[in-house]
Nanobody, 118 residues
């Protein structure tokens, strides 16, 4: 199983970026995909989660600015990030959750760097 994330980069405060993540090699479809971020010196935190066919969850710090959505391909998601702030800087990682015989398996991508700086 491989999760390929892309779209990170350097942007000025107030700018926008779009992250994409696609999972391949899954024998069972993911029921949820999420974006996490880890800022320097801080723990990894959940930014947004999309439950396919269900609900969407956002961290309070990104509500109204970030939008997570299903990608065109199966088992893929995008994260549209607008009005970026300095504190949005970090490594953004994609996660896929798969239900497998009563347990939940987690798969992670390699992470993509987002730097917000003037």
């Amino acid at each position: 199983v491989q999760l390929q994330a892309s779209g990170g980069g350097l942007v000025q405060p107030g700018g926008s970026l779009r992250l994409s993540c696609a999972a391949s090699g899954l024998t069972v479809s993911s029921f949820a995909m999420s974006w996490y971020r880890q800022a320097p010196g801080k723990q990894r935190e959940l930014v947004a989660r999309l439950i396919f066919g269900g609900s969407i969850l956002y961290d309070d710090s990104v509500k109204g600015r970030f939008t997570i959505s299903s990608g065109v391909a199966k088992n893929s998601v995008s994260l549209e990030m607008n009005s970026l702030k300095l504190e949005d800087t970090g490594v953004y990682s994609c996660q896929a959750l798969v239900a497998n015989f009563g347990e939940v398996l987690e798969y992670w991508g390699q992470g993509t760097q987002v730097t917000v700086s003037s």
